[in-house]
């Protein structure tokens, strides 16, 4: 696989200027590759060389790239060196290529292909916590959280197939004022026997009703704000009901994280940082960090030049705690917990400065770790809607989903009889949902497209899946057949040599991931992948061929096959065997 070929190149080099075989390693990568177009295998970036002091900085970079590929030697190896633009490409031998690539497959280890890498050992390892998805309790799960959910749960799914300790956390909105709203406004509009029938539908109607209440009604204001300074204070009634409430919500929550394929290893919450937040109060007053507005409010001073030109405001003026009071809180009880070595938020990105503020706070507070806390934003989604108009709810947009693949997969005559058609289209309608979301830049606000979304061809969830599906097929149609042991010497056809270099290019792209936290590197190489593999399967039929070929195929189809598979699992994508 690559790293073997990446390995015996900076051998090469390491050998003609006297470096060792590791500086080379970050300059070396798989050259990508197009239909029908022959490449290279690898390619060195000059340019790198001369960054990292390897060879001169000074000079003509297009003389330096000819003059060291001259000196480059070829072997039973690398059988071509040549220069390009300041890059010199090397091609490896043909039958060595397929054999290393796919030699691994069919072994127990087929989900480590392109982790064992040596690019990848210069990635940190350590435990890493992730709270990501985050939704307000005593609330429907809003289409909004579906992005903090899907991408959380991408690089809890990255950082474990690197080899992290990963601690997943779901992080609820359980505290704070609104409970105050929804608690005054469920013991004037609240009924216990709605509660029961249809739990979240309620809580949600009675927020509706006690937030325009309390627009134009000051006593439902105060009469807020008096249940969340019980709530603070412990009172056992309020309390009570507030339990009731998480208690409700978590249950519902967990259906729809089921169906997203998704888990936590802990339900954590701001209400558990309450009494920690006041002792954070604490804390900063006693390192003179917290000062009084002219409002009365308790502010950290975070301007440079110590004018109050920029402030946090950590208390109320009435002593009640507020969100990022109880987020450094909860930061300094991970830390002390959990021990990590890197904790990283998921969220929107309009929560960037708070985060901003929450990092500088505890930085100047002596916590040196919060250097390795990362917010990592994304952008939001317009334009979701369902038949029955703008959608607020993620269930809405699971049904919707699942109900239009159903209709697609009768109305296609491709489609396989199965046991469960429901669940598969369950599984591939999420799938169109995370791909969607998954190929543009993170950051980026896009625009929900139903009909797009769930096509069969293009790049699609709905195309890994059928790829995916295909492949199933048809290894298990000849099953028997195919094995460990093949001959290299029936699969150098361009088709399936444009292939293997593909998979090359495994191990860079989970490193540009790990790297970003982009889950489009990912996605995008697979969706090459399976344009790749559409080619191979109409030109390297199995069906007919001599029992030898037959192998030899079904061993590269099963090795793509695998990289699929593990690649669409670290995307938090199930793949189906059956479409």
């Not at 390192?287 to 030109?309: A, I």
């Not at 697979?526 to 037959?550: F, M, N, Q, Y």
């Not at 099963?558 to 994508?573: D, H, P």
Request: charged residues 25%.
């Amino acid at each position: 696989m690559a790293c073997f070929f990446r390995r015996r190149i900076a051998a090469k080099l390491a050998c003609t200027l006297q470096q060792s075989e590791d500086a080379f390693i970050p300059a070396l990568s798989a050259v990508p590759v197009f239909k029908k177009q022959l490449t290279a295998d690898f390619k060195l970036s000059i340019g790198t060389l001369r960054m990292s002091g390897i060879i001169p900085s000074c000079g003509d970079i297009q003389l330096q790239t000819e003059s060291l590929a001259t000196r480059l030697k070829r072997d039973s190896v690398v059988e071509d060196i040549s220069a390009g633009r300041g890059v010199i490409n090397f091609k490896v031998n043909r039958k060595l290529l397929v054999q290393k690539v796919l030699e691994s497959f069919g072994k127990e280890e087929d989900d480590q292909f392109g982790l064992n890498s040596e690019l990848l050992h210069t990635l940190k390892r350590g435990t890493t916590l992730v709270e990501y998805s985050s939704p307000n309790i005593a609330k429907k799960f809003h289409a909004g959280h579906l992005r903090s959910t899907i991408i959380g749960n991408f690089i809890a799914n990255l950082k474990q197939c690197l080899g992290n300790n990963v601690i997943r956390m779901n992080y609820l909105g359980d505290w704070g004022m609104q409970f105050g709203l929804l608690g005054a406004g469920f013991g004037k509009f609240g009924c216990q026997e709605k509660l029961k029938q249809n739990p979240l539908q309620h809580l949600f109607e009675v927020y509706v009703q006690v937030n325009k209440d309390a627009e134009q009604n000051e006593e439902m204001m105060q009469a807020a704000r008096d249940f969340f300074r019980q709530l603070e204070q412990h009172d056992s009634e309020a309390l009570s009901l507030w339990q009731q409430f998480r208690e409700i919500t978590v249950d519902e929550y967990q259906r729809v994280y089921k169906r997203l394929g998704v888990h936590f290893d802990i339900y954590s919450g701001e209400s558990f940082h309450q009494h920690q937040a006041q002792e954070v109060v604490q804390k900063l007053q006693s390192q003179g960090l917290l000062k009084t507005s002219e409002k009365g409010t308790g502010v950290v001073d975070l301007s440079t030049t110590k004018d109050m030109s920029s402030v946090s405001t950590v208390l109320r003026s009435d002593g009640t705690t507020l969100y990022i009071t109880r987020d450094l809180a909860a930061a300094i009880d991970r830390k002390e917990k959990y021990h990590f070595d890197e904790m990283i938020y998921v969220t929107d990105k309009s929560q960037a400065n708070h985060f901003h503020q929450l990092f500088h706070i505890l930085l100047a507070m002596g916590h040196s770790w919060a250097d390795r806390c990362e917010h990592v934003p994304f952008g939001l989604v317009r334009g979701m809607k369902t038949r029955r108009g703008e959608v607020v709810f993620l269930e809405d947009v699971l049904d919707e989903a699942r109900a239009r693949m159903l209709h697609n997969m009768n109305q296609s005559k491709t489609t396989k009889e199965m046991d469960n058609p429901e669940d598969t289209a369950e599984k591939v309608g999420i799938s169109a949902l995370i791909v969607q979301d998954f190929k543009g830049p993170r950051e980026s606000d896009y625009t929900f497209d139903w009909d797009r979304m769930l096509q069969a061809q293009g790049d699609t969830g709905v195309f890994l899946q059928y790829t995916h599906a295909r492949l199933h097929s048809l290894i298990q149609r000849h099953e028997g057949v195919g094995g460990v042991l093949f001959d290299p010497s029936l699969l150098l056809e361009q088709t399936s040599i444009t292939v293997l270099q593909h998979l090359l290019r495994y191990d860079e792209v989970i490193y540009q991931s790990a790297k970003d936290l982009q889950p489009k590197h990912l996605v995008n190489f697979l969706l090459k992948l399976c344009h790749l593999i559409a080619s191979a399967h109409r030109e390297l039929p199995v069906k007919g061929s001599s029992r030898d070929v037959a192998q030899a195929r079904l061993q590269l189809f099963s090795g793509t096959r695998s990289v699929l598979a593990n690649g669409m699992k670290i995307l938090g994508i199930t793949p189906v065997d059956q479409m």
